[in-house]
Structures are given as structure tokens and as C-alpha cells.
């Protein structure tokens, strides 16, 4: 009785105040025991399909598939964080891979923050295609009711840089924050147009989802066509998937373009391998190599591409896709790796603003193959 008076007041309070998205919150959250998104949210979710290839082709596995023993400390983070997937690939081959309480290597989760790199490859397509001029784009000829004091000084560059300027709180616990009201709200679009540039692009990194989702907005005008058609056409396809993945919608249709791509481990792993051979997926170029070069090269900040993770303290170079909750694509060029992880929790950043997690197992998967 008093939960149920607890969630009726919280109703009238959400009413009154006109915050209905929390409803959708309260209901994907808190009535199923969870304080925030979750790996599995897409049933709580519109979603929109980017169909599994015609012509499709796996990573076959190595002659050392599963025989090498995962180094100890590698094994303990796996645990500790509750991984449900985890997965190496090396020499574009099976190295090891490794899934807990789900269905082998089918299952799909929420890719979270890996989705921002997505958007990018698709945005670099678009530009291939002239579909958008360039990096230096200005937004507002394409989205001209962008607002605020800076707004005709945005270019699309700045938003896959996280260097907007925008008004945007990017917080994952806080349900009365603008997340919160992109993730569970109705029309993540007008919501985007409603928010000023209030700070100079270019001028400093600021990770913004926000940006991320402008920059999807920007795609979706220019193109005619919504996210998922559009990765189904120029990625999912040509990367010969096996999979149909999902993408989560708003309630008009949106695609949330800085999360919710749902696909598994293996599927995941081929982002991993097309940035690997610079943008060419078995003898297609897909992305212009001097793209990948530039994305995996830092912009504003040391650590931060064109939406990569960068990191050269392993003695190598290394670029990764990272989500809420510890969701890693993992490229390693030199050693011609890439490593995936799907799970429910994560390590916290260290100093340097890159996971825990990231070095551990980048530090455990270079012992195994040197």
C-alpha cells in the first residue's frame, strides 16, 4: 500500500509539472527494479530495423579459438562487471569469445554511447555522397531554426568533436535533466531545435549526447531518410551482416542517434574491423581512409576524435566505441585486433578520462597475442 501511495503521488506530481516523459521513465526504471537505463531497454522502446544483409559473411574462428586462458586479472574485471559478452578479434578471425546468462552469441544489447560513432561513419558517408557538403558544413543551412547566440556558427564538425557549445546537461542519473528528457520523452527532435548553442563552437571539448543527436537531425534532413535506412543502406549491407539490428525511436519516429543500436557481440565487432582496414570492408571502401585518420586523431582534446575514445599509453595506438555501462569496440591497428564488450556495469574513469576498464583489457588482450 505505501509503495503504491509513493507512485500515485509521483504521478500527480509528474502531471502537474508536465514532465510525461518521467512516466515512461518510472515505468522502464523503477517498476522493473532498475535506477537507470539498462542493456536491455529496446522493449520499452519504438524501434526502427536496419535489415541484415542479402549477402552475408562471419568472422570464422582461429586455429587458437578458446584455448588460450584469459589472463587472471582480465577475468576478474569480466566478472566484477557483469560482462555478457565478450569477445577478440585478431587477424580478423575468432580469437576468443565468451558470453554469460544469454543466448551465445545471437543476443543483442543496447550499444549506448557506441551509437555516436555510428552516427559519424554515417554523416562521413552522406558527405562522401554529397549529400552534406563537408566537416565545415554550417547547421543552420540545414537546420535553420537552430537557436542561440552562436547557432549560425555551428558546422558539423563541432558536433561530432563534442565542441558545440550547446545547452545540454549531460547526466545519467538525474531524471529531471535534459538526458533524462532525450531518452524516455516523445519528440527528441523538437527538443533539440528548443536548445541554444550558448557557447563558442569549436573553442573546447564538452561531451554533449546532445550534439550527437543534432548531428542526426542534420542527417535526416539532408537525406530524406530516417537513421536506420540509411545504416542499412551504406553500413549494415556492404558490411554483409547477419543480423537485422534495431535502432530505438522516439514516439514520432527520431532515432536516438547517440545510443540505442541493438545488435550483438559479433555484429558489434564488424564497426571494429571496417575502422581497422581503414574504411574498407573486404575490398569495398566504405569510408575514406583519410576519415578514419582523422576520427581516431585528437580534435580538442587528447583522448577525443571525431566520436573515438583515443589512447596511446599501451605503447600503441588504440581507438575505441564506448557506451553507457562499459559497451566497448575496441580497435587496435598495429596488432590488428579488435575487441568487443557488452555488459551491465564498468569500472570508473581513471586521470586520464578513459575507463578502467579499457586498460585492463587492452593491457590482458596485448599479453595474449604478443
Not at 583515443?310 to 588504440?318: I, P, R, V
Amino acid at each position: 500500500m505505501g509503495i503504491a501511495i509513493v507512485f500515485a503521488t509521483l504521478f500527480i506530481l509528474i502531471k502537474l509539472r508536465g514532465d510525461n516523459y518521467l512516466m515512461k521513465g518510472l515505468w522502464a526504471c523503477y517498476l522493473h527494479g532498475e535506477s537507470s537505463a539498462t542493456i536491455d531497454d529496446a522493449k520499452f522502446f519504438k524501434t526502427h530495423n536496419i535489415e541484415a544483409a542479402k549477402e552475408t559473411w562471419e568472422f570464422p574462428p582461429s586455429a587458437n579459438c578458446n584455448k588460450m586462458p584469459l589472463p587472471e586479472k582480465l577475468q576478474t574485471l569480466l566478472d566484477k562487471t557483469g560482462t555478457v559478452a565478450f569477445l577478440v578479434i585478431h587477424n580478423d578471425s575468432i580469437l576468443h569469445e565468451h558470453y554469460v546468462d544469454r543466448n551465445a552469441e545471437d543476443a543483442q544489447t543496447n550499444s549506448f554511447s557506441m551509437a555516436k560513432s555510428i552516427t559519424t561513419m554515417l554523416a562521413q558517408i552522406a558527405i562522401q555522397k554529397n549529400i552534406l557538403s563537408g566537416w565545415h558544413q554550417k547547421v543552420k543551412t540545414i537546420l535553420p531554426e537552430l537557436k542561440g547566440k552562436h547557432a549560425s556558427e555551428l558546422e558539423l564538425w563541432h558536433l561530432s568533436t563534442m565542441s558545440s557549445g550547446l545547452e545540454w546537461d549531460e547526466d545519467y542519473k538525474n531524471p529531471w535533466t535534459v538526458t533524462a528528457k532525450a531518452y524516455y520523452g516523445d519528440d527528441v527532435r523538437k527538443l533539440m531545435l528548443s536548445l541554444p548553442i550558448v557557447d563558442t563552437p569549436g573553442t573546447f571539448y564538452n561531451y554533449q549526447s546532445g550534439s550527437t543527436q543534432l548531428l542526426a537531425l542534420c542527417l535526416i534532413q539532408a537525406s530524406g531518410k530516417s537513421l536506420a535506412d540509411l545504416a542499412s543502406d551504406w553500413l549494415w549491407e556492404p558490411m554483409q551482416a547477419k543480423q537485422t539490428a534495431t535502432w530505438h525511436t522516439d514516439e514520432k519516429g527520431t532515432e536516438l542517434a547517440y545510443c540505442c543500436f541493438n545488435t550483438s557481440a559479433r555484429e558489434f565487432s564488424r564497426f571494429g574491423k571496417l575502422m581497422l582496414h581503414n574504411g574498407n570492408w573486404n575490398g569495398t571502401q566504405l569510408l575514406d581512409s583519410s576519415f578514419v585518420q582523422m576520427a581516431t586523431t585528437p580534435a580538442l582534446s587528447s583522448f577525443y576524435g571525431y566520436s573515438f575514445w583515443l589512447d596511446k599509453s599501451h605503447g600503441t595506438k588504440a581507438f575505441f566505441q564506448n557506451g553507457f555501462l562499459g559497451q566497448f569496440i575496441i580497435t587496435i591497428p598495429e596488432y590488428n585486433l579488435v575487441i568487443v564488450r557488452l555488459g551491465k556495469n564498468c569500472l570508473p574513469d581513471g586521470n586520464d578520462n578513459l575507463p578502467e576498464d579499457f586498460h585492463i583489457m587492452v593491457e590482458s588482450v596485448l599479453k595474449m597475442v604478443k
